[in-house]
């Protein structure tokens, strides 16, 4: 399956600067995301999805994820991205817009790829970006459609414009399809990416952004400026106290068990299957972190 990433802070860069791109290995994301959609002119298409393939391996080396948006693959453009891309294995890419056409696309090219490169198959990841009331409605349905999908993203800003509603930095009217892609990718067994929040130097209205994604159940989110992966990373990543009272819950499950009784208390609660679960996800998330540093 290759590396498990953390995956808390996933920063988009566009394609076409190679002045931003050069910043990429030195900053605290996760994650790198190298945009060639939205982001860039179509004047500068090919400019960026040459930067991008040359930086792949450059930012690879900072231990980083390295993860990039092509274009959608109804265009000669997206085609071009994946053939191009794929050649320089990514971890994984991002297709936007998606539907089962274009992940079905995505996926037969890659493996194609795979194949040119002598590699396994789906060693390099999908991750469909869902930004269409259709996508949101079918989620559980599109999520299933290869098993190279390990991860999900929310696109609120087009979501918002398939919807011809306006899209406020609250996000009250993005909430049924922040929860229903949360309860699909959670159903697969797969990480899940909030949408970015757009007001730049609102870092309080960023970090209740955070704690409101993080309490629906997504596992990271998505940023367009650096100044935002510090409060990403912070909301993410499981305090102190977390951490040790989840190795105490994990511990008394295994003490209870190991003396046949199951179910046990731990400080005043109950611990069960779900709760000790729980707890062990925890200390393992937060194990990979301390292994970053």
């Known amino acids: 399956m290759g590396e498990k990433f953390v995956r808390r802070s996933l920063l988009y860069m566009p394609g076409s600067s190679m002045k931003m791109l050069h910043k990429a290995p030195g900053l605290q994301t996760d994650s790198i995301i190298i945009d060639l959609e939205d982001a860039v002119s179509i004047s500068e298409k090919d ?4 930067n991008a393939a040359g930086m792949i391996d450059i930012i690879k080396a900072s231990r980083k994820e390295v993860i990039v948006r092509v274009n959608a693959m109804d265009t000669l453009w997206g085609v071009k991205d994946i053939l191009a891309i794929s050649a320089m294995q990514p971890d994984a890419v991002i297709v936007p817009k998606a539907d089962e056409k274009s992940l079905t696309v995505a996926d037969m090219m890659l493996w194609v790829m795979e194949q040119e490169l002598g590699l396994d198959r789906y060693s390099i990841k999908m991750i469909p970006l869902l930004e269409t009331a259709y996508a949101i409605v079918n989620a559980y349905q599109l999520l299933g459609v290869s098993a190279r999908i390990d991860g999900v993203h929310l696109g609120g800003e087009d979501l918002a414009r398939d919807l011809e509603i306006a899209r406020t930095l609250k996000g009250e009217e993005i909430l049924y399809a922040r929860q229903q892609i949360v309860f699909a990718a ?5 990480d899940v990416f909030d949408s ?9 209205g960023l970090q209740e952004d955070c704690r409101t994604a993080k309490q629906i159940g997504f596992s990271g989110k998505t940023c367009i400026h650096p100044s935002h992966i510090d409060a990403i990373n912070k909301v993410f990543t499981p ?16 003490k209870s068990l190991a003396e046949g009784t199951g179910a046990c208390m731990y400080m005043g609660k109950m611990v069960d299957v779900p709760i000790a679960e729980r707890a062990k996800k925890v200390v393992e998330k937060a194990e990979r972190i301390e292994n970053l540093k």
């Open 196 to 204: 970015p929040y757009t007001a730049i130097k609102d870092l309080e």
């Open 186 to 190: 959670r159903a697969r067994g797969i």
């Open 47 to 50: 400019r960026a999805r040459e």
């Open 239 to 254: 305090t102190a106290e977390e951490v040790d009272f989840s190795k105490g819950v994990v511990a008394a499950y295994k």
